[in-house]
């Protein structure tokens, strides 16, 4: 799957973003919720029209002196998964755990979904990161971080599940550094070295 830096920016209640390595895609909304949603169906709607630009990697947008300029003045960064639009049904065979399978058909029927919406609703969620904490508090930590952009470097980061916006520390740092409290924040642990 496909991931984009988007560069976001916060005015007067509502957020709008840029993709650097898409021209042209761009959008908005008025949470950061909406606003994952929104560029993910725009980076969609890009690609329906044309060829898939190669993404750039989170150390080149970090060099990049346009980027550099927007997340000093403010900006932060979000990754955005290209998740397919296709919306044909198509039959697919799992397999899981009897009781999660259970626990999975009683809220279905709790919430008057079948079992396979419920597990494609579950399923776009997750890719979009909807249910998880994790991409708010990067995103927060990545903002708040941004006031002092010269000492953070996101180029000290290595992504491991970027559809979850997580980052791994690559240096081992005392538990009071910046980027290990980020680290932390996220569920992930230093790397070691």
Known sequence: MAHYVAIVHAEDGAYGAYFPDVP????????LEELKASANEALALWVEDQALPEARSLDEIHDDPDIRADLTSGAFLMIVPLVDLDARTVRANITMEAGLLRSIDEI????????????????????????????????????????????????????????????????????SHPKTKLAKLIGERPAKG
């Open 24 to 31: 042209g895609c761009i959008t908005s909304a008025d949470t």
């Open 108 to 175: 279905a029927k709790e919430r008057g979904l079948t079992r396979s919406g419920l597990l494609a609703q579950a399923a776009r969620k997750e890719l979009l990161g909807a249910t998880t904490q994790e991409p708010d508090a990067v995103l927060l930590a990545i903002q708040n971080l941004n006031a002092n952009f010269e000492a953070f470097s996101i180029s000290e980061y290595e992504p491991t599940t970027i559809s979850g916006q997580a980052f791994k520390v690559k240096k081992r740092r005392s538990s």
